[in-house]
């Protein structure tokens, strides 16, 4: 067992820990949850979870970190407030050894995701504050906030602007509508299902954004196919209409979600599903770009580490016999976060000073320049991967992911093309 974990945090899981919503989801249908600061958790499914557990040792550098399973249930407190707590599983306490329980909220600390009153989530009430936004920018004549609410919920592109002051990062983890959907509709799924079975495992994971002050994050649909081999025809049929109709089979990719922070305006952007499916091949393009654009300019330096890893990936992936990671996303995360540039004639240890001091409306008379950059590329969703090692599967398919690696293909050469054009 890790230092980390006592008996004080063995016992104080062992009680149940609250599950907040996860602010950097942007895209698939199954809720993420935080289950602490480097940990989140989703619902088990059992293929995914034999795919961790099976995981190719050189393809763990492209997948999160996988941290074990909890029993997840629904409950209400004396006030009537809706949460998820977290439960080691029964006899269970192996996965703890690998997980820092020293930020989880204890269960005693609820989160007031809901009221019974009102059945309003906190979620809603955070949207509702962006239908007040939106008809304040685009100076909307007064409409009744419940017919911007339902505009709201089907828009695909949004902009929301964060305050000057206060903390970016902690801001962030509270607007995302994507995230608030899924919270939203895994709430009710078990609070319909608590009368009958309120106990449901949820695998934990690596929290990838971690590591990012103001994560930006992409979310990648890959491959030319997307259903299962298990797919019913209904199924089959609705997922190969949508790869015909969208980027997936002509590049071998499509935009399942984007979220960018745009130092340039103070702006979020969030780009959901539905219009990714909607883009041409130049619209997928124009897309990137703007992932990759802060509002003032291009993070150029962010494009040689993510073709390397790209580049990489694909090699790992072509020595993969019998692999198909069909509906399986690729996320692109780097940060958010830039400092200033001092002026060029300045002294070489004022950057090392810099280094240490964050970008604030003080320094805008410098231009401006990202430090030196993280970025990282990893395969997530995995509820319909397939491999000849699961063995129960009837059908075994033979050498690579084809659809896959032409889609990794496809964006390699297009953030490359980004690259070329923007020039120097």
């Given at each position: 067992m890790s230092p980390a974990f006592g008996a004080m945090e063995v016992e104080h899981y062992a009680k149940g820990v609250?599950?907040?919503?996860?602010?950097?989801?942007?895209?698939?249908?199954?809720?993420?949850?935080?289950?602490?600061?480097?940990?989140?958790?989703?619902?088990?499914?059992?293929?995914?979870?034999q795919f961790y557990e099976t995981l190719p040792t050189e393809m763990r550098k492209f997948t999160p970190q996988y941290k074990g399973v909890v029993s997840v249930s629904f409950e209400e407190d004396e006030d009537g407030n809706l949460c998820l707590i977290a439960y080691p599983l029964k006899g269970d306490h192996g996965n703890l050894d690998s997980i820092d329980n020293s930020d989880c909220e204890?269960?005693?600390?609820?989160?007031?995701?809901?009221?019974?009153?009102?059945?309003?989530?906190?979620?809603?009430?955070?949207?509702?504050?962006?239908?007040?936004?939106?008809?304040?920018?685009?100076?909307?004549?007064?409409?009744?906030?419940?017919?911007?609410f339902e505009w709201l919920k089907s828009s695909e592109v949004l902009y929301y602007s964060l305050e000057k002051k206060g903390n970016v990062s902690s801001q962030m983890k509270h607007h995302n509508p994507w995230s608030m959907k899924c919270h939203q509709q895994q709430l009710?799924?078990?609070?319909?299902?608590?009368?009958?079975?309120?106990?449901?495992?949820?695998?934990?994971?690596?929290?990838?954004?971690?590591?990012?002050?103001?994560?930006?994050?992409?979310?990648?649909?890959m491959g030319t196919r997307q259903h299962g081999d298990d797919a019913s025809e209904e199924k089959k049929a609705n997922q190969i209409r949508k790869c015909q109709q969208s980027t997936s089979a002509v590049i071998g990719v499509r935009v399942c979600g984007m979220q960018v922070y745009q130092t340039g305006s103070g702006q979020l952007m969030f780009m959901n599903k539905y219009h990714g499916r909607k883009l041409s091949v130049q619209g997928f393009k124009e897309a990137l770009y703007?992932?990759?654009?802060?509002?003032?300019?291009l993070r150029r330096e962010l494009f040689e580490p993510i073709?390397?890893?790209?580049?990489?990936?694909?090699?790992?992936?072509?020595?993969?016999?019998?692999?198909?990671?069909?509906?399986?996303?690729?996320?692109?995360?780097?940060?958010?976060?830039?400092?200033?540039?001092?002026?060029?004639?300045?002294?070489?240890?004022?950057?090392?000073?810099?280094?240490?001091?964050?970008?604030?409306?003080?320094?805008?008379?410098?231009?401006?320049?990202?430090?030196?950059?993280?970025?990282?590329?990893?395969?997530?969703?995995?509820?319909?991967?397939?491999?000849?090692?699961?063995?129960?599967?009837s059908i075994v398919h033979e050498g690579q992911d084809t659809?896959?690696?032409?889609?990794?293909?496809?964006?390699?050469?297009?953030i490359t093309e980004i690259s070329d054009e923007s020039g120097e």
């Open positions: 609250l599950l907040e919503p996860f602010g950097h989801q942007v895209g698939g249908h199954s809720c993420v949850l935080r289950f602490n600061e480097s940990t989140i958790c989703k619902p088990l499914i059992q293929r995914e979870h204890p269960k005693n600390k609820l989160l007031r995701w809901a009221n019974k009153k009102t059945h309003l989530l906190e979620t809603e009430k955070i949207t509702k504050e962006w239908v007040r936004q939106h008809r304040k920018e685009e100076k909307i004549k007064s409409h009744k906030l419940e017919e911007e009710q799924r078990m609070k319909e299902n608590a009368k009958h079975r309120n106990q449901h495992k949820f695998i934990l994971l690596e929290n990838l954004t971690s590591r990012y002050q103001v994560p930006c994050v992409l979310d990648l649909k703007q992932f990759f654009h802060n509002g003032r300019y073709i390397k890893k790209l580049t990489e990936l694909k090699s790992v992936l072509e020595t993969q016999e019998s692999y198909r990671f069909y509906s399986s996303s690729l996320l692109i995360i780097y940060d958010g976060k830039e400092l200033p540039e001092v002026a060029v004639d300045s002294d070489p240890e004022d950057l090392e000073d810099l280094s240490e001091e964050s970008s604030d409306e003080s320094a805008g008379a410098y231009a401006y320049k990202p430090a030196v950059s993280t970025v990282d590329i990893r395969m997530i969703d995995f509820a319909h991967t397939t491999c000849r090692h699961y063995g129960e599967d659809g896959y690696i032409f889609g990794l293909q496809s964006l390699i050469d297009i």
